[in-house]
């Protein structure tokens, strides 16, 4: 009964530096949602995929910022050039079908920018 | 006006007693709503799911929806102190997932 996978879990950077965060959705879901949440802030929508395919990233900033769902293999949030403000938790979802159905969260990434 | 407001604060109840959470949204043709438990450190944990007017149950939750009033709430039956944690209201619409900042709820033994 594998859940939502996310890895890694914990992930320190310096300025400058990229980050790459992997998230697994649940066996038999093609939907994919990422999500950030500062300290003391609610949950921010970023994108939301679907294998291959980027439906929606309207929450995403422009700049330096990018996902993607490959055909094959995990869902990868990527940030480039990290700043001390993208230090955030990182939530990736999952669901079944469309938005309308349940998400499930994977354990999340939190991120440290030095 | 917000997408979805959780206005409460802290929330104390006695082991036992009842919780009750609100929580208002402001898009009309949102579909469907939730419920996600958050404990300090851990993940959103869907807890209850609601789709049409009325009201659901699920052990010692019940989850409320009224459309027409735009208005979501949580009830938590013989609360118990591994009961506090955040809760966070959600509602979809847009290709998403719209959250509120949740209630913070502590159960005191």
């Known amino acids: 009964n594998a859940g939502v996978m996310q890895n890694p879990r914990h992930l320190v950077r310096r300025r400058g530096q990229e980050a790459r965060l992997r998230c697994s959705p649940m066996?038999?879901?093609?939907?994919v949602y990422w999500y950030r949440q500062l300290p003391e802030e609610g949950l921010k929508f970023m994108v939301y995929?679907?294998?291959?395919?980027?439906?929606?990233e309207s929450g995403m900033p422009k700049e330096r910022f990018s996902a993607e769902f490959p055909k094959e293999g995990p869902s990868i949030l990527r940030i480039q050039q990290v700043v001390r403000g993208d230090s955030a938790a990182y939530f990736c979802?999952?669901?079944?079908?469309?938005?309308?159905?349940?998400?499930?969260f994977g354990p999340g990434t939190r991120l440290t920018v030095l | 006006q917000k997408e979805v407001e959780q206005n409460s604060g802290p929330l104390s109840v006695p082991e036992g007693a009842i919780a009750s959470l609100n929580c208002t949204y402001s898009?009309?043709?949102?579909?469907?709503f939730f419920w996600y438990r958050q404990y300090s450190g851990k993940s959103p944990e869907l807890i209850m799911s609601?789709?049409?007017?009325g009201d659901k149950e699920d052990g010692r939750f019940t989850a409320q929806l009224n459309k027409a009033s735009q208005y979501v709430s949580l009830l938590i039956r013989d609360s118990q102190p591994s009961d506090s944690a955040t809760y966070l209201c959600?509602?979809?619409?847009?290709?998403?997932?719209?959250f509120g900042k949740g209630n913070q709820v502590v159960v005191i033994p």
């Open positions: 979802a999952s669901s079944l079908s469309g938005v309308y159905n349940e998400q499930f």
């Open positions: 066996k038999g879901h093609s939907h």
């Open positions: 995929l679907q294998k291959e395919n980027i439906i929606d």
């Open positions: 898009d009309r043709v949102s579909q469907s």
């Open positions: 609601i789709y049409s007017n």
């Open positions: 959600a509602v979809s619409g847009n290709n998403r997932l719209a």
